[in-house]
């Protein structure tokens, strides 16, 4: 079993910025990790993820303005949000997955709005 918490939500205007943290009761030094979000009425979208191997991949629309990234010691992904757009205003959702499962976090809300 894999324990996801993120945190990092908020409100924020336009053109700012959020860093989302999630934490694991796991080593993610083996997992393929990342972010996804779910805005209200649509499916759940891939954001960035890393993988094992340390390949990272961004949804097109994020590209240039979000990064992923990963602290070993800590078990922590983060996602460092810039230039933020009201369409990124969604519930962000941290994934695990690994030989042991495909786990998610409980998902942290992010409002871009002015």
């Known amino acids: 079993q894999v324990q996801l918490v993120e945190s990092g939500g908020g409100l924020v205007q336009p053109g700012g910025s959020l860093r989302l943290s999630c934490a694991a009761s796991?080593?993610?030094?083996?997992?393929?990790v990342g972010w996804y979000r779910q805005a209200p009425g649509k499916q759940r979208e891939l954001v960035a993820g890393?993988?094992?191997?340390?390949?990272?991949n961004y949804a097109d629309s994020v590209k240039g303005r979000f990064t992923i990234s990963r602290d070993y010691p800590t078990n922590t992904l983060y996602l460092q949000m810039n230039s933020l757009k009201p369409e990124d205003t969604a519930v962000y959702y941290c994934?695990?997955?690994?030989?042991?499962?495909?786990?998610w976090g409980p998902g942290t809300q992010v409002t871009v709005s002015s």
């Open positions: 796991r080593s993610i030094f083996s997992a393929n």
């Open positions: 994934n695990y997955y690994a030989r042991v499962g495909d786990y």
């Open positions: 890393i993988t094992s191997g340390s390949t990272t």
